[in-house]
């Protein structure tokens, strides 16, 4: 009798003993997969950042649709502008304008690529959309215009991500404690850039 009730205290130790370490590594591994996870989509919400940039510079605006967004990375480009500066072209003598029309400067318009001049041909440009580690869930994206207080119009965009998209498979309890304290440092349950609410200079909620 008293081998077995050795045995059976040997083996509630064992098994608190376990329970103790996962108490301790299921945490560990929890920070570890977020990071993981947030690093993939802090790249992507940045790239979308760049794409938007790029498309007002071209547009004069944002959109809120990645189907357009998407359409003019692939198919849109720049303008390049190069000027050839000729003998007897002088800064101190003439404005630009003026050299241009006195062809003292040579000015010629090619085009680049988008997609080429942001991040190359083979950058997966279709993929943009999705949320890293997600089954194609979509980042959610927006577009429109708010009045700052002294009355001025801005055109601002916000595209964003859920913890509880993102996070989604990993330790519910641990996710809900997770979103609870970013919730206090960055006002939002996700990952996010720009602000439809608010003129910002488009800062990712990380970066604050």
Do not use: C, H
Not at 76 to 94: A, C, M, N
């Amino acid at each position: 009798m008293k081998t077995v009730i050795q045995i059976i205290l040997f083996l509630a130790i064992l098994v608190l003993g376990y329970f103790v370490w996962e108490s301790i590594q299921a945490p560990i591994r929890f920070n570890k997969e977020v990071d993981i996870r947030e690093e993939a989509t802090i790249d992507k919400l940045i790239d979308i950042r760049t794409m938007q940039v790029a498309f007002k510079d071209v547009k004069g605006k944002y959109t809120g649709s990645f189907d357009t967004l998407i359409n003019f990375i692939k198919y849109d480009s720049f303008p390049i502008v190069r000027k050839d500066y000729q003998e007897g072209w002088d800064p101190d003598e003439y404005t630009e304008a003026e050299g241009i029309r006195r062809g003292l400067i040579k000015v010629s318009v090619t085009k680049k690529s988008v997609l080429d001049s942001l991040f190359g041909k083979d950058y997966p440009i279709d993929r943009i959309r999705y949320i890293p580690f997600t089954d194609q869930k979509q980042f959610k994206l927006g577009a429109g215009q708010v009045e700052t207080g002294s009355k001025v119009t801005v055109k601002v965009f916000e595209v964003s991500a859920l913890y509880d998209t993102l996070l989604a498979g990993l330790d519910e309890q641990l996710i809900t404690n997770y979103i609870y304290e970013r919730e206090k440092i960055t006002k939002f349950a996700g990952l996010r850039v720009g602000s439809l609410e608010e003129a910002t200079n488009n800062a990712g909620n990380w970066e604050k």
